[in-house]
């Protein structure tokens, strides 16, 4: 369960109101897309919920409790640029924060835990499809595929929320269209809440659930700075469970009850009715 609440919350910077007074709260599950135009305060308000700013007014509430102070690993992010570090192998880029997480002085785990989070990141290498690929650099991928590996390397800490600032605005649209599908599958799989931004309003449909354009509306031409964005529309772009997902989860009940009925199966013997019984 993961709900995000956005109360009454303002970011300035001195006498610049970036974001004024916004307000709303997102349900668990939801990918919410953040549209609007460049300047706006979309990344802002990313920002502040990975908690590398503070709100100047408000509060931001992760299930109820004022998200931590500093980032944490329930909150993963990945960035348009590539965020990967290029003299890591692609494994062990994955590996990587976890293994400072778990060993700050040497930013190394031994033994079982290393074994472990091997076979994590692999797993999670083989999902984003970039398993044959474990022991190249960064360097040596392509841009969609870097984009595989910043996605593996927000996913590795198990989010319950994951960040997306316009992350496949460098991309071809080949590329692109196979980001959507991953990111949308993998949204579905491990029920995450993500909040992306994009310019992109086909991409924003496309994917979100949920889509909110954040806009200035007062506008002072002698002083822009006076006034904040706040929402200024609000999308509901589509249900939450997608046909897919419907499919899956009918398959999924109908073998839980055929299990159910098979492990309840009254014996053939005492199924059969007693009239055509010959004893
Ligand atoms: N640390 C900072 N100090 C001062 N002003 C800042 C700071 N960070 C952002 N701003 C200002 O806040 C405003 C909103 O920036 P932000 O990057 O959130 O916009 P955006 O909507 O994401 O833009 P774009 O779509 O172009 O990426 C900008 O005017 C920017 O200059």
């Not at 590398?52 to 909150?75: M, S, V, Y």
């Not at 870097?146 to 198990?158: C, G, P, V």
Request: aromatic share 6%; glycine share 6%; with cysteine.
């Amino acid at each position: 369960m993961t709900e995000i609440r956005f109360e009454h919350v303002w970011k300035e910077y001195g006498a610049h109101i970036v974001l004024e007074d916004v307000d709303f709260s997102l349900a668990d599950h939801e990918f919410l897309v953040v549209i609007g135009p460049s300047g706006v305060g979309k990344t802002t308000l990313l920002r502040m919920l990975l908690a590398q700013e503070r709100p100047t007014r408000g509060r931001i509430l992760l299930d109820g409790q004022p998200i931590a102070a500093e980032p944490t690993a329930d909150r993963g992010v990945v960035f348009q640029r590539y965020s990967v570090f290029p003299h890591k192998t692609v494994l062990g880029n994955v590996m990587m924060g976890p293994q400072w997480a778990g060993s700050p002085l040497l930013g190394r785990l031994f033994g079982v835990k290393r074994k472990s989070l091997r076979d994590d990141a692999m797993a999670l290498l083989e999902r984003v499809g970039l398993a044959e690929h474990a022991d190249k650099y960064p360097a040596q991928l392509s841009g969609g595929m870097q984009q595989r590996l910043a996605i593996a390397q927000a996913l590795i800490n198990k989010p319950k929320v994951l960040l997306l600032d316009e992350p496949f605005g460098a991309l071809d649209p080949g590329s692109r269209r196979s980001m959507h599908v991953l990111v949308r599958e993998l949204w579905e799989e491990r029920a995450m809440t993500i909040v992306m931004v994009t310019h992109d309003l086909m991409e924003a449909f496309h994917l979100g659930t949920r889509v909110v354009a954040v806009d200035r509306p007062r506008k002072d031409l002698q002083a822009p700075e006076r006034f904040g964005a706040r929402i200024t529309s609000d999308f509901c772009a589509k249900p939450r469970i997608v046909r897919d997902s419907m499919k899956f989860e009918a398959a999924r009940l109908r073998a839980a009850a055929e299990k159910t009925l098979a492990e309840q199966a009254i014996p053939a013997e005492r199924a059969t009715p007693a009239a055509s019984r010959k004893d």
